[in-house]
């Protein structure tokens, strides 16, 4: 059984779904070879990276047939290999394989264990050129929980997540993804009010630095205010939005409109219907929309 080369481990792992005798026989070597024998085998044929099924599949045997129930965790040496390996996956020319290779590192971590090289790992991730990467990333982000924020929070004011992506049919800039991984970590119950003002804060410094032709899409300038009034809420949300009413740009007044319309603070509605004489008809329009009053009603 030891005498398996990598090529025939690699067709067994890619076909092991396909018949039970392949998942045997990938037991059978586990049994004979160990547990930590057997995740370093399945660690030569990711690192191989010849295609994004492989490395997916020999990630997850390395998790579900390597391992055992006396031996349900890597060893330290092995986890380390294995995220080295997962890392420098994620700078592959293959965008089909730094997105696989971000999703993995999902499996088998928890927040703690995200360290800051994890972390700026997935941030690049969130800069990608590939929807497919982005999405990985924000979603393994969130598994790393609230000590993902200050990445977050600070990456909402650099230039390198602003940019337009080259793709006409893509999710606009990194903004839209950043804010969305954000949206998700602030759901989360560990969250804390601390948590919450740091991304308010931030958000709203996103809000108050825009201007007309800074090449966002009004698409990323919305979903700002989308987060502050939908996924941070509060008296929090409620003082940043309003300190930001009377803005200049008016894709940041309709993203105000909208982040108020989630907030149930009796000043809310108060703020909403200035909007409703607000100078932009679209501003207008955005008010109310929430209000179900016509613009320029009092």
């Not at 997850?60 to 579900?64: D, R, Y």
């Not at 993902?148 to 990456?155: F, H, M, N, S």
């Not at 230039?159 to 602003?162: M, S, T």
């Given at each position: 059984m030891t005498t398996l080369s990598d090529d025939e481990l690699a067709k067994l792992v890619l076909r092991r779904d396909e018949d039970n005798a392949n998942y045997a026989t990938l037991i059978r070597l586990r049994e004979s070879i160990g547990p930590v024998a057997c995740v370093r085998r399945m660690l030569a044929l990711f690192e191989r990276r010849e295609s994004p099924d492989l490395c997916e599949k020999s990630w997850?045997?390395?998790?579900?047939i390597c391992l055992?129930?006396?031996?349900?965790e890597m060893n330290l040496e092995s986890s380390r290999l294995w995220t080295d390996a997962i890392l420098e996956a994620m700078k592959d020319d293959s965008p089909e394989i730094r997105a696989r290779a971000a999703g993995a590192l999902g499996f088998g971590l928890s927040g703690e264990q995200f360290t800051p090289s994890i972390n700026s790992a997935l941030m690049t991730g969130l800069a990608d050129a590939s929807v497919e990467v982005r999405f990985e990333s924000g979603q393994t982000l969130q598994?790393?929980?609230r000590q993902?924020?200050?990445?977050?929070?600070?990456?909402l004011l650099d230039?390198?997540?602003?940019r337009p992506h080259a793709n006409p049919n893509d999710r606009c800039s990194s903004v839209w993804d950043i804010l969305f991984t954000l949206?998700?970590?602030l759901g989360r119950q560990d969250t804390t009010p601390g948590d919450r003002d740091a991304s308010a804060c931030a958000v709203g410094g996103f809000l108050e630095t825009r201007f007309p032709d800074d090449g966002l899409d009004c698409m990323d300038v919305w979903k700002?205010?989308?987060t502050l009034g939908e996924h941070i809420g509060g008296r929090e949300a409620l003082a940043t939005l309003s300190a930001l009413i009377d803005h200049p740009d008016p894709r940041v007044r309709a993203s105000v409109a909208h982040g108020l319309s989630h907030l149930k603070e009796p000043e809310a509605r108060e703020r909403l219907h200035l909007l409703l004489h607000d100078g932009d008809e679209g501003v207008r329009n955005e008010a109310a929309k929430y209000l179900n009053r016509p613009p320029g009603s009092g």
């Open positions: 997850n045997a390395a998790l579900t055992t129930d006396e031996q349900p598994q790393s929980g993902a924020i200050p990445y977050l929070t600070t990456a230039e390198r997540y602003q949206d998700g970590i700002a205010g989308d």
